[in-house]
């Protein structure tokens, strides 16, 4: 007679001992708060939350400055020039950018101007080249239009004001923004930093990569594709390679991966197989939380703590994994990072095949997207299960059926979390 145990019953999990995907996602979500702010280089600042607001303290530009190659005059000089009748002016010299002006311009002259340099004393137009033409030799011009005062010139402060508030906390900061910071001057900026995230890939049966698997073997495809997944949300990946299913090596990798981790992510060990342990060694090491998700993939999952360090438990099918990542691990990466945004854009579409799904379970649809009359298409992107890596590689995108919902039919709508970076 066998000693395996069954549990004697047609349904393999009861809908009561589900717990929803909404509650979940917020008790995990509340189980951190954003990383402490530091002083960050701001050639390294980019993606990241701004901690504190920030404030000009010097006028952008510094000072008035030609926005076009030509030539900086008195405008009352050139009030009457057409194109038929031009003002025939001196030129005094050059300005380039970089330069400090070394003389005025005075009534009936010029002097030549490049982008960005800065306005000499007595001008108060710069007219473009282009509405120009040299005569004697470049050694005067001749200018065939009006020009009005402030023409083509960038005045002090035109674009920032000293005291005005240019960023705000919470932003998140992009290339324009490191841009503006530096033109202010601004070496270092005060930041949420980006998380360290080590990754463990549990389970007896992995071989790294560059290892030929022997009987019963599988390459880790895990660990690569979370850290790659870490490095696209934000976080910075610390690959932490595989660990038996042997709960003394759980607890030893567990252990000394929570000292230089702001989060723990692993994969495997979390269902209910006589060797997955993790939820045990976690409750000998901190504390556990583990949890029947209604959804589908990834219905086990578990998450904790040690020490100070949040551990976040994914199944150990690659889809599942995957999936379950990008629902809880991106949004709980992201308010690590105190952003605001915690989830990709999401479109709706249309399916254009039937698609079953479990009972009282939500169900995450790998599927293609395509624009058809103004309107998304959804169409599977292949063979759904959990451990099938080349219809996950097709998809754009995950179609949400919801747990009331045993089939949803070809032509209803649904909402597409978009797997795409943002």
């Known amino acids: 007679m066998s000693g395996f145990v069954g549990r004697g019953r047609a349904d393999v999990v009861l809908e009561e001992e589900l717990t929803s995907f909404d509650d979940h996602r917020a008790a995990l979500l509340a189980s951190v708060e954003p990383l402490e702010p ?5 050639h390294d600042a980019l993606g990241l939350v701004l901690a504190q607001d920030v404030t000009a303290d010097e006028p952008l530009p510094g000072f008035a400055n030609s926005a076009m190659d030509g030539y900086a005059l008195q405008s009352r000089d050139v009030a009457a020039a057409t194109v038929d009748e031009p003002v025939v002016l001196e030129v005094d010299g050059e300005v380039a950018a970089g330069d400090a002006p070394d003389r005025d311009v005075s009534p009936g002259r010029v002097l030549r101007i ?5 306005v000499p004393p007595g001008a108060d137009a710069v007219v473009p080249v282009e509405r120009t033409s040299e005569v004697d030799g470049g050694r005067r011009v001749a200018v065939h239009v009006p020009a009005g005062v402030g023409d083509n010139v960038r005045p002090v402060g035109a674009d920032v004001q000293p005291g005005t508030t240019v960023l705000r906390s919470g932003q998140r900061l992009g290339p324009a923004d490191i841009a503006l910071l530096a033109s ?10 980006a998380p360290r995230v080590v990754v463990l890939s549990t389970g007896s ?4 990569l560059g290892r030929r698997p022997g009987p019963g073997k599988l390459r880790d495809s895990n660990s690569p ?11 910075v990946p610390y690959p932490g390679g595989i660990v038996r ?4 090596s759980l607890a030893e990798a567990l252990d000394t991966s929570t000292g230089h981790a702001d989060l723990l992510v692993t994969t495997g060990g979390v269902s209910a197989g006589a060797h997955d342990h993790l939820e045990s060694v976690l409750r000998r090491l901190g504390e556990a939380h583990p949890a029947k998700v209604a959804m589908k993939p990834g219905m086990p999952q578990l998450y904790g703590r040690i020490g100070d360090t949040p551990i976040v438990c994914l199944p150990g099918n690659p889809v599942s994994s995957y999936v379950s990542f990008e629902l809880f691990v991106r949004p709980l990466i992201r308010r690590l990072q105190g952003r605001r945004d915690l989830d990709r854009p999401r479109v709706r579409a249309v399916l254009t095949e039937a698609v079953g799904a479990p009972p009282h379970k939500r ?11 103004g309107r998304w298409q959804a169409t599977p992107s292949g063979h759904q299960g959990s451990h099938v890596l080349s219809s996950l590689a097709r998809a754009d995108g995950l179609a949400v059926i919801p747990e009331d919902v045993d089939e949803a039919a070809a032509g209803s709508t649904v909402t597409v979390h978009l797997l ?3």
């Open 205 to 208: 049966e992995l071989v790294p």
């Open 38 to 42: 530091l002083d960050m280089k701001v």
């Open 225 to 235: 594709m979370v850290s790659a997944l870490v490095r696209e949300a934000g976080a």
């Open 245 to 248: 299913d042997d709960p003394d």
């Open 184 to 193: 202010l001057g601004r070496a270092l900026v005060t930041c949420v930093p």
């Open 363 to 373: 169900h995450f649809v790998r599927v293609t997207l395509e624009r058809v009359d």
């Open 420 to 422: 795409v970076q943002s």
């Open 114 to 118: 490049m982008t960005g340099a800065p």
